[in-house]
């Protein structure tokens, strides 16, 4: 039998899995067919968003390329909404593979941060404010629909 190494394996009860299942409520900023947008809840800066494909990949190795496509659009919708909520240029696009490199989560996704790399904030350290959250969830989601 082949071994199968568990940080490659997907795990169906992942956090970003029971969002997309609707179990789990967070602050979403955009959805399409393959794609969700939601704010992160240990943001590394004021206006941390998270893109996930919705489709069961851990990391980038399994990216089917019609979702790699559709994650990538989706985070120009969402960097160009921080851009113009956050009257900044400067926004972090980054994206881990394995528990190696810091992931915690195994459902691939992209953060995108309204930040420096000088400034960032520490990785999944302190819980945001829920209302705040939520607050700036509404004015990105509201600047991509216009
Ligand atoms: P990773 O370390 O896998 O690249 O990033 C996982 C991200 O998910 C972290 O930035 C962390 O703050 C965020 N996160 C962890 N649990 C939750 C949660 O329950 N809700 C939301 N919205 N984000 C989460």
Do not use: C
């Amino acid at each position: 039998m082949t071994e199968v190494n568990p940080q490659t394996a997907y795990d169906d009860n992942n956090i970003f899995a029971k969002m997309l299942d609707g179990d789990i409520p967070y602050h979403k900023v955009y959805e399409d067919d393959k794609t969700l947008a939601f704010m992160d809840i240990m943001p590394q800066a004021e206006g941390h968003v998270l893109v996930i494909p919705k489709q069961k990949a851990v990391d980038l190795a399994d990216l089917e390329p019609e979702y790699a496509a559709a994650v990538l659009m989706t985070s120009k919708k969402v960097m160009q909404a921080q851009r113009q909520v956050f009257e900044r240029e400067g926004v972090i696009q980054m994206q881990l593979n394995g528990s190696q490199a810091g992931q915690t989560v195994f459902h691939y996704h992209v953060h995108l941060i309204p930040s420096s790399i000088h400034e960032l904030g520490r990785h999944a350290v302190t819980q945001a404010d829920n209302n705040d959250l939520a607050n700036i969830a509404q004015k990105l989601a509201a600047v991509i629909d216009a």
